[in-house]
Nanobody, 124 residues
Framework: QVQLVESGGGLVQAGGSLRLSCAAS????????MGWFRQAPGKEREFVSG????????YYTDSVKGRFTISRDNAKNTVFLQMNSLKPEDSAVYYC?????????????????WGQGTQVTVSS
């Protein structure tokens, strides 16, 4: 069984930065794809970013390209999301997720385990 615990969310002004972390328990982390998703009130959960098992390949939704950076530390079973130049429309609950696939996928249904989420609020 895998448990994912996110941290690092909070309230920040537009243009500011936050760094989200997701710590995973269990042995599956280093052999799994990791993803970050977000869900704003009244909206569906959407893919934000994903990273391959080795960390060599990363993917971003268009709206965060150039502002967000995903990374992972397999020795510490942790994945990060560095968020810069934050905008009010980035406000949402952010979830990390683990997928036991070989490639990064962007659909919610592809991921096997989810964290509880961390709130990010960007004020204008």
């Amino acid at each position: 069984q895998v448990q994912l615990v996110e941290s690092g969310g909070g309230l920040v002004q537009a243009g500011g930065s936050l760094r989200l972390s997701c710590a995973a328990s269990g042995r599956a982390f280093s052999t799994a794809v990791m993803g970050w998703f977000r869900q704003a009130p009244g909206k569906e959960r959407e893919f934000v970013s994903g990273i391959s098992r080795s960390g060599g390949s990363t993917y971003y939704t268009d709206s965060v390209k150039g502002r967000f950076t995903i990374s992972r530390d397999n020795a510490k079973n942790t994945v990060f999301l560095q968020m810069n130049s934050l905008k009010p429309e980035d406000s949402a609950v952010y979830y990390c997720a683990l997928d036991r696939a070989f490639v990064v996928r962007s659909t919610v249904e592809s991921y096997d385990y989810w964290g509880q989420g961390t709130q990010v609020t960007v004020s204008s």
